[in-house]
């Protein structure tokens, strides 16, 4: 079955430095999404890269897909301490089935 | 920016209650979801809503569950006999469309504490 994982698990990096967090998944898809997630809280969409897309940026992210590798990233550069957080990336199959499929999520701390 | 809102935003229940879980999507897009999480889990789907029907489900969505348009702004989510188990958070979402570009909006959540 189709899934989303992230690596690693957790992240703890000092501010400033750059963090970068990869996904996995298992069958094609039409998009792959990556979410924010504070302690306790609601999802916050990111950034939603499409199949033919190979890479793209927002503000401080930059998200690449490698649909030969069924792979993905997330880079967060200059990492700030509210950047502390759960990220999830989440993936929709070609195949018809109206769902995301999320992964574990990387939990990163930011030291200030 | 539209938000999807959710209400309300912590229950308590014992166990054995009726609970209702609602969601206002955007009022343009047409695929509505329910997702939930179990505390310290990651998000799994429950179920997906379009042209009033399901229209794809998960195995966790069993006869407990319901979900309902009852008018043209609400999606609800019923848990028809609360179970300790039953206990996460529950996010709604809704898409304009589904399919390649297709953004997902997620509402803030409802914490469901059964008891």
């Known amino acids: 079955s189709q899934q989303g994982e992230e690596d690693p698990q957790a992240l703890s990096i000092q501010e400033g430095e750059n963090a970068t967090m990869n996904c996995s998944y298992k069958t094609s898809i039409n998009n792959l999404q990556w979410y924010r997630q504070n302690s306790g809280r609601g999802l916050v969409h990111l950034i939603l890269?499409?199949?033919?897309?190979r890479e793209k940026h927002s503000g401080r992210l930059r998200v690449t897909l490698d649909t030969s590798k069924k792979s993905s990233s997330l880079l967060i550069t200059a990492s700030r301490a509210a950047d502390t957080a759960s990220y999830f990336c989440?993936?929709?199959?070609?195949?018809?089935?109206?769902?995301?499929?999320f992964g574990q999520g990387t939990r990163l701390t930011i030291n200030p | 920016e539209p938000e999807v809102t959710q209400t309300p935003s912590h229950q308590v229940t014992q166990m054995g209650q009726e609970v209702i879980l609602r969601c206002v999507p955007i009022?343009?897009?047409?695929?509505f979801y329910w997702y939930r999480q179990i505390l310290g889990q990651k998000v799994e789907f429950l179920v997906s809503f379009y042209n009033n029907e399901i229209s794809e489900k998960s195995e966790i969505f069993d006869d407990q569950f319901s979900v309902e348009r009852p008018d043209g702004s609400n999606f609800t989510l019923k848990i028809r006999s609360t179970k300790l188990e039953d206990s996460a958070m529950y996010f709604c979402a809704s898409t304009e469309w589904w399919g390649q570009g297709a953004g997902y909006t997620f509402g803030s959540g409802t914490r469901l504490t059964v008891v």
């Open positions: 989440a993936t929709d199959s070609i195949q018809g089935a109206q769902k995301l499929v």
């Open positions: 009022s343009n897009h047409l695929y």
């Open positions: 890269i499409r199949s033919n897309e």
